[in-house]
């Protein structure tokens, strides 16, 4: 057997960006452009093509007794009135879950369930400290609400795996929109 040997990552508050690297994952607006409501708003912005969000994965092996984990970091802005956002995902083992540590800044986590039933939605907020459980069966997607980058740890089984499909067409079936100057939760009318 090979041994897998310990590890440390930091966070560098001051460059927003975890050290060493490892993998970095980033996504910019032309990336899930199609996500956004407010296709008018897309097209302008995609002039410029901003970077919504960027994650930085420690190489762990993708198996059965590992943790997978990350630090995610989404820039502060909107598309039209719709904050910056993950596209989310759930687990190829849907079974499986997660949990997030916010580091910095503020933000949503939205999650929709994917049991055979109908979908059911949940979201929680994200502040500095705030400690968020991902249960099994929940697809999660998160999404910057404040003036600064929201950045957070992810951790979950290293068999979990990634699935987009679904969410890439469908979407969730709420939206997270600023009204009057507030995040607010709507239904998302183009949710099948
Ligand atoms: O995979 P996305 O929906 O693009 O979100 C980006 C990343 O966000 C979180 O940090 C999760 O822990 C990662 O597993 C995920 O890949």
Redesign the pocket.
């Known amino acids: 057997m090979e041994l897998f040997r310990p590890i440390n990552s930091y966070y560098d508050f001051e460059n927003i960006k975890m050290v060493p690297e490892g993998d970095l994952i980033t996504?910019n607006l032309s990336d899930m452009d199609w996500m956004y409501q407010d296709q008018e708003a897309v097209q302008e912005l995609l002039k410029e093509d901003p970077q919504i969000?960027r994650?930085y994965n420690v190489d762990i092996p993708e198996e059965e007794g590992h943790l997978q984990h990350?630090i995610?970091i989404i820039n502060p802005g909107k598309v039209g009135n719709e904050y910056n956002m993950?596209?989310?995902?759930f687990h190829e083992i849907k079974g499986t879950a997660?949990i997030y540590y916010t580091i910095q800044g503020e933000g949503m986590l939205f999650m929709q369930s994917v049991t055979d039933g109908e979908p059911e939605f949940e979201a929680l907020e994200m502040k500095k400290g705030t400690l968020s459980y991902v249960p099994p069966y929940w697809a999660h997607?998160?999404i910057n609400t404040g003036e600064e980058p929201l950045a957070?740890i992810?951790i979950?089984p290293g068999e979990a795996g990634?699935v987009y499909g679904e969410i890439e067409a469908k979407g969730f079936m709420k939206l997270l929109i600023e009204k009057d100057g507030e995040p607010t939760i709507i239904d998302n009318p183009n949710y099948k």
């Open positions: 996504r969000y994650y990350c995610s993950t596209k989310g995902h997660e997607r998160t957070f992810g979950y990634h």
